[in-house]
């Protein structure tokens, strides 16, 4: 991939490649449109040049959307969820021709990665990152995906 240099938001985008995720869970609030989706709009417009790919992290979901009463059971909402989902990224201006739009278990790949940073990423790494300080700071984690997850965000910052 060619490095180019693109502005937006007074910050230098320094890659050819934009990634970034939502999890389905339910009805989009002003959170997510002031978060991301707004940015990924006007990314198109923006940072020409740059591949962009949005992931719905439906995998993600699974942390929320379960229960377990002497089985393990997810919720069945997950698959209706990312439809809706696509359908409102869509009408608030994502362009697929712009933008590449995709389920999160619809590409093996995804969670491989995850695995394999899983397998190399050190503890002190995570001890840097906000999204895992902050889950142990409410309580130290319960299930190996909410140390996971964090391990999947390495793969899209650089830790230093």
Known sequence: VQETDAEYMGKTIKKDIIFSGIQPTGVIHIGNYLGAIRNWINLQESAPQAKRFYCIVD??????KYKIDHQVSFDNSTYKDCLTLAATLLASGVDPKKSTIFIQSHVPQHTELSWILSCIGPMSWLNKMTQYLSLIHI??????????????????????
């Open 139 to 160: 309580s130290e984690p319960t299930r190996q995906a909410e140390i996971s997850y964090a391990v999947f965000c390495l793969k899209k910052k650089k830790i230093t």
């Open 59 to 64: 995998l993600h979901s699974l942390t929320d």
